[in-house]
């Protein structure tokens, strides 16, 4: 079974512009969830999506968004784009169980620099 | 809110050695999950081995085992008959039964595998 994809894996911005990175689950898997990893602040969670619906929301201010299609594939989105936005964005998924022992596993990254 | 504490920033042993590393939280949950991911210098973030709070047993899988005493709040991780390839970035994680906060990373653990 194909593990979680991201797309792209390196992406370089400038100040002021937006971004949109791209996640695939694994097949089955109806919950993606993001999170941020930088050396100051750690692995720091985003927000999870399940069935094309927010579910879950870190603490992040409003630049930072998402959605989720009909296939679980899921995209995030970072609008005004700061220095400090610079980081490893992580997406994981899994079965999206409520209550459950839901398992996350997560894809590759998405490795970004704004200059 | 939950808090995880890993107090050791980096650990360094010989190969074949056995390695703890550890973890302490701190949650008002009482319906949680715990778990241990390893990030080796690719990135991958990697399922280690996962504890459900409400089972006494204390995971196992194959070289890595868990020490959970739920009273105290502590979750360690101890990995028998070490080998190169587990050089990497040991997280702990919590995440609360409901999922809602996604899962709350401590800072991490460098554990090297000398030769």
């Known amino acids: 079974k194909a593990g979680v994809t991201q797309t792209p894996r390196y992406l370089i911005k400038t100040r002021g512009q937006q971004v949109t990175l791209s996640c695939s689950p694994i097949?089955?898997?109806?919950?993606v969830s993001w999170y941020q990893q930088t050396p100051g602040q750690g692995l720091q969670f985003l927000f999870e999506?399940?069935?094309?619906?927010?579910?879950n929301k870190g603490n992040f201010p409003g630049r930072f968004s998402g959605r989720q299609f009909s296939n679980s594939r899921s995209e995030m989105n970072v609008s005004t784009l700061e220095l400090g936005d610079s980081a490893l964005y992580l997406c994981?998924?899994?079965?999206?169980?409520?209550?459950?022992?839901?398992?996350?596993?997560f894809g590759p990254g998405t490795r970004l620099t704004v200059l | 809110a939950q808090t995880v504490t890993q107090s050791q920033p980096e650990m360094s042993v010989q190969e074949a050695e056995t390695v703890t590393l550890s973890c302490t939280y701190d949650?008002?949950?009482?319906?949680?999950?715990l778990f241990w991911y390893k990030q080796p210098p690719s990135r991958q973030m990697i399922l280690v081995i996962r504890?459900?709070?409400?089972?006494?047993q204390n995971a196992t899988e194959n070289r890595f085992s868990v020490n959970f005493q739920k009273a105290a709040k502590s979750f360690s991780l101890k990995i028998s008959d070490s080998q190169l390839g587990d050089t990497a970035m040991y997280f702990c994680?919590?995440?609360?039964?409901?999922?809602?906060?996604?899962?709350?990373f401590g800072k991490g653990t460098h554990l090297i595998i000398q030769p």
């Open positions: 999506y399940f069935s094309e619906t927010q579910r």
């Open positions: 097949s089955g898997h109806r919950s």
């Open positions: 949650t008002s949950e009482s319906n949680y999950y």
């Open positions: 504890q459900e709070a409400y089972k006494q």
């Open positions: 994680a919590f995440m609360a039964g409901g999922g809602a906060d996604g899962l709350t």
């Open positions: 994981a998924s899994s079965f999206g169980l409520a209550g459950g022992p839901d398992t996350q596993y």
